[in-house]
C-alpha cells in the first residue's frame, strides 16, 4: 500500500510519519502531484494559519489536486479545515470539498481549546474499535459546526463536529497522531478501509 503524506509546509508532517512508522507503514512525504496521485491513500496534515497554507496550496497547484483525488484522504486538524468551502481566519477560502464554514470560537473559554477532550457520537469505520466518550488531543481556534457531515462531535464552548466525512474524504478536528492509542487506531482504520 502506498501512503502520500501530502507535504506543503504545515507543522505536524513528521509526527504524523512517526504515528505511521509505529504502526508498521512507511509513508512518502510529497508535493508533487503524480507522486500524491498515484496513492492508495492521502493524508493531508495541517498545523498552523489557513491563508498562509493556501498560499502555499495554490503556489503548488494542490488547491487544485486535492478535491479532484479518488482515494480516501485524511485531513488532520487544520487540513481538515482547509476542505470546507471557507474560514472565518482571515476571510480564507478553502478547498470547498465539504460546504461547511469554519467559525472563531467565542466566549469565556480559554482559546485555543487544546489538549484532551472527548469525542462521542462516533458514526463511522474511522472509529471501529473505540468506544464513544474515548479522548482525543486537540490544539485549534476554529472549529468546524455539526452537520450531515459530522461522524463523531466533541463540546468545546457549545458542540462542534470532531471529525467529518463526505465521499472519499474524512476529516478529524483532533490530532490522532498525538491522541496515543485511540488515536492510532483511527489512523490504522483508515488505512484499512
Given at each position: ?109 480559554k482559546i485555543p481549546h487544546m489538549g484532551w477532550n472527548n469525542i462521542y457520537d462516533l458514526k463511522s469505520p474511522l472509529f471501529e474499535g473505540i ?10 481556534s476554529y472549529y468546524v459546526p455539526n452537520s450531515e457531515h459530522s461522524i463523531a462531535k466533541c463540546d468545546y464552548s457549545g458542540e462542534f463536529a ?32
Amino acid at each position: 500500500m502506498k501512503i502520500v503524506v501530502v507535504n506543503y509546509g504545515a507543522g505536524n508532517v513528521f509526527s504524523v510519519m512517526m504515528a505511521l512508522k509505529r504502526l508498521g507503514y512507511e509513508a512518502e512525504l510529497s508535493r508533487n502531484s503524480v507522486v500524491i496521485n498515484s496513492a492508495d491513500k492521502v493524508i493531508f496534515p495541517g498545523v498552523g494559519q489557513a491563508s498562509e497554507a493556501m498560499k502555499q496550496l495554490k503556489a503548488t497547484g494542490l488547491d487544485q489536486l486535492i478535491p479532484q483525488l479518488k482515494m480516501p484522504v485524511l485531513g488532520i486538524c487544520l487540513g481538515m479545515q482547509l476542505m470546507c468551502q471557507d474560514t472565518e481566519e482571515e476571510d480564507t477560502v478553502g478547498l470547498n470539498i465539504f460546504q461547511l464554514s469554519v467559525k472563531k470560537f467565542v466566549g469565556d473559554y480559554k482559546i485555543p481549546h487544546m489538549g484532551w477532550n472527548n469525542i462521542y457520537d462516533l458514526k463511522s469505520p474511522l472509529f471501529e474499535g473505540i468506544e464513544s466518550g474515548e479522548r482525543m488531543y486537540f490544539v485549534h481556534s476554529y472549529y468546524v459546526p455539526n452537520s450531515e457531515h459530522s461522524i463523531a462531535k466533541c463540546d468545546y464552548s457549545g458542540e462542534f463536529a470532531a471529525a467529518i466525512h463526505k465521499d472519499n474524504f474524512y476529516g478529524c478536528q483532533f490530532h490522532p497522531e498525538k491522541s496515543a492509542d485511540f488515536g492510532e487506531k483511527v489512523l490504522s482504520n483508515f488505512l484499512k478501509m
